[in-house]
């Protein structure tokens, strides 16, 4: 992580009420985030988006519009981490991978898990980056 800002693209897939995330723990606390990662030097971040998920999931996705970006300032393993996350709406080309429970990331020991949007609005379960839940909120 070092000093620098990172830029990300993270992909909102959603299934009814569901959102497409991965499971992580840091310092013994369990977070969702949806997936998608960096952004390359002289990339657009929804040509990153859709490279993502193919390193990811060995999945297309088409990018929809842009829901927001969101700062995110955090400590991860005892580092201190800062990204710009830009949040875009997002679906799969083939309808096989919303049939799925899970997924195996492919260059990562996480797995993707659809979550329901209630867990996270309602505490049960913590949703980074930051503000993403209000961003996914009903009334948004």
């Known amino acids: 992580m070092g000093s620098a800002i990172r830029p990300l693209a993270l992909g909102v897939i959603r299934r009814g009420d569901a959102?497409?995330?991965?499971?992580?723990?840091?310092?013994?606390?369990?977070?969702?985030?949806?997936?998608?990662?960096?952004?390359?030097?002289?990339?657009?971040?929804?040509?990153?988006l859709r490279r993502e998920f193919r390193e990811e999931l060995d999945a297309e996705v088409t990018v929809g519009r842009l829901l927001g970006v969101l700062e995110n300032v955090?400590?991860?393993q005892g580092r201190p981490g800062h990204e710009?996350?830009?949040?875009?709406e997002a679906a799969f080309a083939?309808?096989?991978?919303?049939?799925?429970?899970?997924?195996?990331i492919i260059d990562d020991p996480n797995t993707a898990y659809w979550i329901?949007?209630?867990?996270?609005?309602?505490?049960?379960k913590t949703l980074y980056p930051?503000?993403?839940?209000?961003?996914?909120?009903?009334?948004?």
Do not use: C, H, N
């Open 19 to 48: 959102l497409l995330v991965f499971e992580a723990v840091d310092a013994g606390k369990v977070f969702y985030r949806p997936l998608g990662g960096g952004i390359e030097f002289g990339e657009s971040s929804e040509a990153a």
């Open 74 to 76: 955090f400590t991860w």
């Open 84 to 88: 710009i996350v830009f949040l875009y």
């Open 94 to 104: 083939e309808e096989g991978f919303y049939a799925q429970e899970e997924m195996k």
């Open 116 to 124: 329901d949007l209630a867990d996270f609005r309602e505490g049960r």
């Open 130 to 140: 930051t503000g993403l839940t209000e961003l996914l909120s009903p009334d948004q």
